[in-house]
């Protein structure tokens, strides 16, 4: 059964960084897409980034050149490295397993998703 865990979540200042890390087991991550969620309260659940074929990366207006995503599939782990952190970026985040190599955007292109971990962005 395929799951995922994400750890790395915290609470931080605005500017700081953290890194995320989605603990896969159950399936081989070089053959699907992992891509990472956040869902501030309040609000929908949004897509941050995503890991596809080849290693290939995609980001999120809002995040791009402040994160970024990879893979250690040896240590079977997608990171999201997160750097400048703004208030806006408060949220639990998720990681997930698209049922093929290549990435979307929205929540029904994945099909096996973590419980989330918890990142604060507050002075």
């Known amino acids: 059964q395929p799951q995922l865990v994400e750890s790395g979540g915290d609470s931080v200042q605005p500017g700081g960084s953290l890194r995320l890390s989605c603990g896969i087991s159950?399936?081989?991550?070089?053959?699907?897409?992992i891509g990472w969620f956040r869902q501030a309260p309040g609000k929908d659940r949004e897509w941050v980034s995503c890991?596809?074929?080849?290693?290939?990366?995609s980001y999120a207006d809002s995040v791009k050149g402040r994160f970024a995503i990879s893979r250690n599939s040896a240590k079977n782990r997608v990171f999201l490295q997160m750097n400048s952190l703004k208030p806006e970026d408060t949220g639990t985040y998720f990681c997930?397993?698209?049922?093929?190599?290549?990435?979307?955007?929205?929540?029904?292109?994945?099909?096996?998703w973590g419980q989330g971990t918890k990142v604060t962005v507050s002075a």
């Open positions: 890991i596809g074929n080849g290693d290939s990366t």
């Open positions: 997930a397993r698209a049922p093929y190599l290549y990435c979307s955007m929205y929540q029904s292109g994945y099909d096996y």
């Open positions: 159950g399936f081989t991550p070089d053959y699907y897409a």
